[in-house]
């Protein structure tokens, strides 16, 4: 039986805990995807399109001489090893990491509806049944190599699910939202340190296989936690519901349950409607004790008790924001950032191999410094988040307008710009890092790789976090996953292009990635244009706020519901 609202908010740091965990070990593995290559060439898939004699085991290098190329293909593992193979390889991660984006906007309209329980279940039984794909693959790859595109496809998809419900956990850590909503994208970037760690097992001497099948039935206790603790109901925002507070009115005609905000209004209209009756009645009849009255006498509609009080960010419609300025930046802003990091993590080994000419053992060594590295997106990630809460506790919320304030205190700043300037602050900071990221990229050094490296990583996890954040700060809580879904599937689909520029890299520059890079270098100056917007964004609305502070305006507010008073 699924838990209540009420009772997974008793439990929330657990599943924080637990969820940051499983993002490492679950959600967004395939960006360890260096590691996977080189294991997945071990253990000879495609390796059937490599033309090489005898197609036989021995580590030297040997020449193709029937087809006039001077093509040289190197033997690992006992299976030959070519620039067809890496080709299909790579379609094959394309797809997965395509999926691993694109799926979101269809997994955010469902998550909104419904909530994340029956995703993450779902997620979790794709992912336990990819790894045995993957596993019953290498058990015979002359004829199954076919296999490791579906087993791709729904690792992207389950990791996705496992990631995405993730992110609607934060909504129970009230102003600290954004921090946590860094600290679940850290460790969904930090999980590309997934296939590194397992290369390292697989190198002591573990069969790929039997390592595959432990990490299924991995995936199947994250079903099991999520089956215990996650509930049915959408996590609603913070300020959209008081987690503390949870009372079933079947006495008063209700059968559904008040929750936060909603049971303070409705309990406070079904006392006025009840002290209102009583009164008018007290002197023509006998008064009644409370219990014994019927149901449909104390309140004959619940439509009677509804209350039009919503929120003005809540009426703002979803189309709305999908044409809004800052959505339609923010796609801009991921776009080329992803196209940016997907090609690196796609082009990596051969851009390796090119620099190191062709020693594999030394590509293999930079690959496990770059696997060990994505643990950096689990510690900066929540600089990230921090700096989007920064100052929020200190500001006006919309709840506090109405608050009378001392003569000559100066008025707090608005929450609401407050959130705008912390973004802006964010996306320059992670702007200038994509920057230093692709000056890194054009100069042809290895030991400069490192450094390459190293911005990669905090570049992953500081954009996803700064958009996570963005969402959520300006946007109602019910359209969060839906927009962030639209944006990773926008993303996604401009990142394929990552496949043509990987093609012409090998093919017509002969590996040398020196103007693609200059070209992703020159693309990634757009990200500027979201911050340079927020920053006017905020200026506007800071204006506007100190013409209204000009005028003197007259609030009631009314103490007891008897006493209305009028200050200014």
């Excluded at 049915?232 to 905000?261: A, N, R």
Aim: glycine share 8%.
């Amino acid at each position: 039986m699924a838990p209540t609202l009420a009772t997974a908010f008793s439990r929330r740091w657990w599943m924080a805990v637990t969820a940051v965990i499983e993002n490492l070990l679950f959600s967004a593995v395939l960006l360890g995807w260096g590691s996977l290559l080189i294991m997945l060439k071990s253990e000879g898939f495609y390796s059937y399109l490599c033309q090489g004699p005898e197609n036989s085991s021995s580590l030297n290098f040997s020449k193709a001489n029937e087809t006039s190329t001077s093509e040289e293909y190197l033997e690992m593992n006992g299976w030959t090893i070519c620039k067809d193979q890496d080709e299909m390889l790579n379609l094959a991660f394309t797809v997965g990491s395509f999926l691993l984006s694109a799926i979101t906007l269809p997994m955010g309209i469902v998550m909104d509806k419904y909530g994340p329980r029956k995703l993450r279940l779902l997620g979790s039984a794709c992912f336990a049944f990819s790894c045995l794909l993957i596993a019953y693959g290498a058990s015979d790859p002359n004829n199954l190599s076919i296999l490791i595109f579906f087993a791709l496809a729904l690792n992207g998809f389950g990791g996705m699910c496992m990631t995405f419900t993730s992110l609607t956990l934060p909504n129970m850590f009230g102003d600290l939202r954004s921090t946590f909503i860094a600290l679940m994208i850290g460790s969904y970037a930090s999980s590309a340190v997934t296939f590194p760690g397992i290369k390292v097992i697989y190198d002591l001497g573990a069969t790929f296989i039997s390592i595959l099948t432990v990490w299924a039935g991995c995936a199947c206790l994250v079903f099991l936690n999520c089956f215990v603790n996650w509930p049915l109901e959408p996590f609603p925002g913070p300020e959209d519901m008081d987690y503390t507070v949870k009372i079933k009115f079947s006495w008063l005609g209700f059968d559904h349950k008040i929750t936060g905000k909603q049971f303070y209004r409705q309990v406070t209209t079904v006392g006025r409607r009840l002290s209102v009756g009583n009164s008018m009645k007290q002197h023509h009849q006998p008064p009644k004790d409370l219990a014994t009255q019927e149901a449909n006498k104390l309140c004959l509609s619940t439509v009677d008790l509804e209350v039009k009080c919503k929120d003005n960010v809540e009426t703002q419609s979803f189309m709305k924001s999908v044409f809004s300025p800052i959505f339609l930046l923010s796609l801009i802003t991921m776009c080329v950032t992803q196209l940016r990091l997907i090609f690196y993590m796609g082009a990596m080994n051969t851009i390796l191999e090119s620099l190191t000419d062709g020693d594999l053992s030394k590509v293999s060594v930079y690959t496990s410094i770059f696997g060990v590295l994505q643990l950096l997106c689990l510690i900066t990630s929540p600089v990230i988040g921090y700096v989007m809460d920064w100052k929020l506790k200190d500001c006006e919320d919309e709840n506090d307008k109405c608050a009378k304030r001392e003569p000559g205190q100066p008025r707090r700043p608005s929450k609401q710009i407050q959130k705008i300037t912390n973004a802006t602050r964010a996306f320059i900071f992670t702007n200038l890092l994509l920057v230093g990221f692709g000056f890194t990229c054009i100069v042809p050094n290895l030991p400069l790789q490192i450094l390459s490296f190293v911005l990669h990583t905090i570049v992953r996890g500081f954009i996803h976090s700064a958009v996570g954040g963005l969402y959520a700060a300006v946007y109602p809580s019910s359209q969060f996953g839906s927009l962030t879904g639209m944006q990773s599937l926008i993303s996604a689909l401009f990142a394929l292009l990552q496949q043509p520029l990987f093609m012409a890299m090998v093919g017509p520059l002969d590996g040398d990635p020196l103007w693609v890079n200059v070209g992703l270098l020159v693309l990634s100056m757009l990200g500027f244009c979201l911050p340079l917007y927020l920053l006017c964004h905020s200026r506007h609305l800071q204006r506007l706020r100190d013409e209204r502070d000009e005028d003197p305006k007259i609030y009631v507010k009314i103490n007891d519901g008897s006493k209305p008073e009028a200050f200014v």
